[in-house]
C-alpha cells in the first residue's frame, strides 16, 4: 500500500483569479515596477522566473512587498538548491519546465505548490503522483490541448495548467474540457 501525499493546495488567490503572470526581466530592478501594476489590476499571481540575473538575491524583498496583494512564486526552477533557496526566500510557489521529482518532493515536504511541466502522459502522470499541485503541459503550443496528454491526466484526475500564452488566444473552451476539475490556471507571459 502506497503512502498518502499530502499534496500542496493551490492558493485562494490563484483559485479565484485562476491567472498566473509569468514576469522575466533583464535585471531583477525591472520586475517591481510591472508586479505593482499587475497587482494593482487583480493578477494575485506572480511567477517570477529564475531566468532574471540576481532574483534569488532579491527574493525575500519582493515576496515582503507583495505579502498582503499577490503571491510570488519562482519559475525556471532547474534544481533542488534553487527551489530550497525559492522557498527559504518565501516563495508561494515553483514551477519547472520539466518533470523535477526531487523539486516536487521538496516542495510537497514543504507544503509549497508546485507546477512542474511534462509533455508525456507519462510525465504528466508521475508528477501528479510525486505530489504536484497541478501539472504543466509544456511546451506545447496553447491554441489546443494535446489530447493524448490531456486524455492520460483526465484519467488519473490530475489537476492540468494550459501552457504560457492560452489568455491571449482564443481557443480557451478547449483546455476547460480538458481539465478533469475547473482550470486551474492560465498564463500570460511578460519579457521586460
Known amino acids: 500500500m502506497s503512502a498518502t501525499i499530502s499534496r500542496p493546495p493551490l492558493s485562494d488567490r490563484l483559485t479565484t483569479s485562476k491567472v498566473i503572470a509569468v514576469l522575466r526581466a533583464s535585471h ?3 520586475l517591481a515596477p510591472v508586479c505593482d501594476v499587475l497587482a494593482e489590476e487583480g493578477i494575485l499571481s506572480l511567477e517570477l522566473t529564475l531566468t532574471t540575473p540576481g ?3 532579491a527574493l525575500a524583498d519582493l515576496v515582503n512587498r507583495y505579502a498582503d496583494t ?3 512564486g519562482v519559475g525556471t526552477v532547474l534544481s533542488e538548491s534553487a527551489a530550497q533557496r525559492a522557498i527559504e526566500s518565501g516563495a508561494r510557489f515553483l514551477v519547472t519546465p520539466t518533470m523535477n521529482l526531487p523539486v516536487i518532493k521538496l516542495a510537497v515536504e514543504r507544503q509549497i505548490a508546485v507546477f512542474p511541466g511534462g509533455l508525456t502522459p507519462t510525465e ?3 508528477g501528479w503522483d510525486a505530489g504536484a499541485t497541478a501539472v504543466k503541459i509544456f511546451p506545447l503550443k496553447p491554441s489546443a490541448p494535446d489530447t493524448s496528454s490531456t486524455s492520460a491526466a483526465r484519467s488519473r ?3 492540468l495548467c494550459p501552457p504560457v500564452g492560452l489568455i491571449s488566444t482564443p481557443p480557451v473552451s478547449g483546455w476547460t474540457r480538458a481539465q478533469s ?3 486551474s490556471a492560465g498564463y500570460c507571459w511578460a519579457t521586460l
Request: aromatic fraction near 0%; hydrophobic fraction near 50%; charge should be negative.
Open 28 to 30: 531583477v530592478s525591472a
Open 55 to 57: 532574483l534569488l538575491d
Open 70 to 72: 499577490a503571491d510570488i
Open 124 to 126: 504528466l502522470a508521475d
Open 157 to 159: 484526475s490530475c489537476r
Open 181 to 183: 476539475r475547473s482550470a
